[in-house]
């Protein structure tokens, strides 16, 4: 499969995949723990990395993000 990397390189690439995957981590086992009842509630964002990684990437020194 081939897209346009607008330019970005690999090592930008890599940066970002591995920003995506810890989350993903994360993810993954919360699902694990709530299905053996460790936890009560996991609102799961699997699929989402992206997004969070992408705002995340651009923010400035003095820009912050705050909970909801």
């Known amino acids: ?3 346009d990397r607008k ?3 690999d090592e930008i690439l890599m940066t970002l ?3 995506m995957l810890l989350p993903r ?3 993954e086992k ?3 723990l709530l299905r053996q009842g460790k936890i ?3 609102f799961s964002g699997i699929g989402q990395e992206a997004i ?3 705002v995340a ?3 400035t020194s003095e820009e912050y993000i705050l909970p909801m």
Request: proline share 0%.
């Open 30 to 32: 919360m699902l694990i």
């Open 52 to 54: 969070s990684v992408g």
């Open 40 to 42: 009560s509630k996991w």
């Open 17 to 19: 995949y591995e920003r």
């Open 25 to 27: 981590l994360i993810e």
């Open 57 to 59: 990437s651009v923010l």
């Open 1 to 3: 499969m081939t897209y």
């Open 7 to 9: 330019n970005l390189s």
